[in-house]
């Protein structure tokens, strides 16, 4: 990991299920990251919100109320609305396989579904973050 990256976990809506989101906060954090959990059923701009004030490198959704289609792509006009376009999003929770593409059109860059390997969530957010930093320090 090139830095310390800070990420927040986020409940959208009004789905009360949270053990998923918690487990991988938990991940994040026992692997380097730095992470700051909402909590549950938030509004599109009281997530956008938090990552505008926890400087967030990265922001996960946790989504298992079948409401991804309305409230992340919010979330993403959200955030781009606050000038965060450049923040990483990724999701979690039961989103099928055929909306990925339009939530990967919206801004998502990684949809993640139950019983996904932890590490390979890890990895993926490390790797990709990463990726950002390193393509940010040659652009200066």
Same mark, same amino acid.
């Given at each position: 990991?090139?830095?310390?990256?800070?990420?927040?976990?986020?409940?959208?809506?009004?789905?009360?299920?949270?053990?998923?989101?918690? &487990?991988?906060?938990?991940?994040? +954090? !026992?692997? %380097?990251?730095?992470? =700051?959990?909402? #909590?549950?059923?938030?509004?599109? $701009?009281?997530?956008?919100?938090?990552?505008?004030?926890?400087?967030?490198?990265?922001?996960?959704?946790?989504?298992?109320?079948?409401?991804?289609?309305?409230?992340?792509?919010?979330? &993403?006009?959200?955030?781009?609305? +606050? !000038?965060? %376009?450049?923040?990483? =999003?990724?999701? #979690?929770?039961?989103?099928?396989? $055929?909306?990925?593409?339009?939530?990967?059109?919206?801004?998502?860059?990684?949809?993640?579904?139950?019983?996904?390997?932890?590490?390979?969530?890890?990895?993926?957010?490390?790797?990709?973050?990463?990726?950002?930093?390193?393509?940010?320090?040659?652009?200066?």
């Amino acid at each position: 990991m090139l830095r310390r990256y800070r990420v927040v976990i986020a409940k959208p809506g009004l789905d009360g299920h949270d053990r998923g989101a918690k &487990v991988i906060a938990r991940a994040l +954090r !026992d692997a %380097g990251f730095e992470v =700051v959990y909402t #909590g549950l059923f938030q509004t599109a $701009e009281l997530v956008a919100e938090a990552a505008l004030q926890e400087d967030a490198d990265a922001v996960g959704l946790s989504v298992l109320s079948g409401a991804h289609m309305t409230l992340i792509p919010k979330i &993403v006009d959200e955030l781009r609305a +606050r !000038d965060l %376009g450049d923040v990483l =999003v990724f999701a #979690g929770g039961i989103i099928p396989e $055929e909306d990925r593409p339009a939530l990967a059109a919206a801004g998502v860059a990684a949809v993640f579904t139950p019983g996904a390997p932890l590490g390979e969530i890890v990895d993926w957010l490390e790797t990709t973050l990463d990726s950002q930093t390193s393509l940010e320090r040659t652009q200066e």
